[in-house]
C-alpha cells in the first residue's frame, strides 16, 4: 500500500499547479502532493525519501509560517501562507460542528468531546526553553501554566481566560461554574479545553461552523524534514534550521534556537517533542506514538488534570479512569474477520 500511494503521488505531483485562485482555492497543489508524500514515507520509515520530499515543498518557496500561532485557527486566516491542505467548509451550505464538539460547556452547552491532559500540558516547555523538569527551569508546580511555551496557551483553555460568550474561564471544580470539573459530565473532566479553532465567530450558532479545517501545514513539513534527516543520521545545519524556524519563526513564539552539536538521540526528543506541542490536537499525535513505538510508555495509566487551590492546599485532578495499551496488540489494528474468511492465507494480526 505504501508503494502504490508513492507511486500515485510521484505521478500526479508534476501535474498538479503550485497555487489556485478564485474559486478554486482549496484543491490539492503540487505542494500538497508533495507534503502527503513527505508523510507517507516517514510513516513507513524511509527516512531519505521522506527528507527529499519535504524538501521539495520547502524548495517551492510557495509556502512560510504563518506569523501569528494564536489567529492560525481564525477565520481571518483562512488559505494563509502555511496551508498546504485543508478540507474547506462554509456555514450553512457545507458546515462543521467543531465548536459545539470542543468548546467549554458554558458555551453554548458545548461538549467538550475531546480534552487535553497533564500529560501533554507537562510537555510544553517554559517560555525560556527548557522542560519543566529541568534545573533553573523556573516552574511553579503551584502557579504550573505561567511562563510556558505560549503555544500552550494559543492550543488550549486556560484559566483565567476569557471565552468567546465573554464570560471568564474558571475550570476549578470549587469554582462554582458552569465549566467547572464535575459540575455536568458534560463539562470537561481534565479541566482543559482544546482551544483551536474556537472561534467568537460561531458562538452563536456552534454546530453550523464555517472555519477550514487544516489538514497538513508547513509546520509539519519542517518537523519531517527535521525528523527524517535525523532518523537517516544525515544530521547537518539544516535540521537546525527547520527546527528553529518552528520554535521561533513567528511574532508570538520566540523561544530560543536549539544549541548545536546534539546528539542523533538529543535531536530526536527535540524533534518528537516540538511535534507533539506544535501539532498539538490536529489528528498526527496517535499515529506517532505508535510509529516511535512509544505508545505503550506514555498511554497506560490514570489520566490527570489541571492542578488548583482548594482551601489553601494544591490539587491535581485525577480522572475516573484508567487507559492502557497493550505492546504489541495496540500497535496495529486487527485484520478484519471477513478478509481473512475471503483469503485463508492472512493471518491475524498479533494479540487479537
Known amino acids: 500500500m505504501y508503494d502504490f500511494i508513492n507511486t500515485e503521488l510521484a505521478e500526479i505531483a508534476p501535474l498538479l499547479p503550485l497555487a489556485y485562485t478564485g474559486d478554486d482555492i482549496g484543491r490539492v497543489t503540487r505542494g500538497a502532493a508533495l507534503a502527503l508524500k513527505a508523510r507517507l514515507n516517514l510513516y513507513a520509515g524511509r527516512y531519505t525519501d521522506a527528507a527529499t520530499d519535504a524538501k521539495a515543498v ?187 524556524t518552528v520554535r521561533n519563526g513567528r511574532y508570538d513564539v520566540k523561544l530560543p534556537s536549539i544549541a548545536t552539536g546534539l546528539t542523533q538521540d538529543e535531536l530526536r526528543n527535540i524533534v518528537r517533542k516540538e511535534r507533539t506541542v506544535e501539532l498539538a490536537f490536529e489528528g498526527l499525535h496517535l499515529a506517532d506514538i505508535r510509529r516511535w513505538k512509544t505508545a505503550a510508555s506514555v498511554v497506560p495509566g490514570p489520566v490527570y488534570g489541571i492542578t488548583y487551590e482548594d482551601n489553601g492546599a494544591f490539587k491535581t485532578i485525577q480522572v475516573a479512569v484508567t487507559r492502557e495499551f497493550i505492546d504489541p496488540k495496540h500497535y496495529l489494528w486487527p485484520v478484519p474477520q471477513t478478509e481473512i474468511t475471503q483469503d485463508p492465507d492472512l493471518t491475524q494480526n498479533v494479540g487479537w
Open 58 to 244: 520547502i524548495d517551492q518557496n510557495t509556502y512560510s509560517l504563518y506569523p501569528q500561532y494564536s489567529a492560525l485557527f481564525s477565520y481571518a486566516a483562512e488559505n494563509n501562507q502555511e496551508v498546504i491542505l485543508d478540507e474547506q467548509f462554509i456555514a450553512s451550505s457545507y458546515s462543521n460542528s467543531v465548536f459545539y464538539l470542543l468548546a467549554p460547556y458554558s458555551q453554548k452547552s458545548s461538549q467538550s468531546t475531546y480534552v487535553p491532559t497533564k500529560a501533554y500540558a507537562d510537555q510544553v516547555q517554559t517560555a525560556d526553553g527548557l522542560d519543566i523538569t529541568d534545573a533553573g527551569s523556573g516552574y511553579d508546580s503551584t502557579h504550573p501554566y505561567v511562563n510556558r511555551d505560549p503555544r500552550l496557551s494559543f492550543s488550549v483553555f486556560l484559566d483565567g481566560d476569557v471565552l468567546p460568550g465573554g464570560n471568564v474561564f474558571h475550570p476549578a471544580p470549587n469554582s462554582g461554574t458552569a465549566d467547572a470539573v464535575g459540575n455536568t459530565y458534560i463539562a470537561s473532566t481534565t479541566g482543559f479545553n482544546i482551544k483551536k479553532y474556537i472561534n467568537a465567530d460561531d458562538y452563536a450558532t456552534p454546530s453550523n461552523c464555517g472555519i477550514n479545517i487544516i489538514l497538513i501545514r508547513y509546520a509539519e513539513v519542517l518537523l519531517t524534514y527535521a525528523e527524517a534527516k535525523i532518523e537517516a543520521g544525515d544530521i547537518d545545519q539544516s535540521v537546525y534550521d527547520a527546527i528553529n
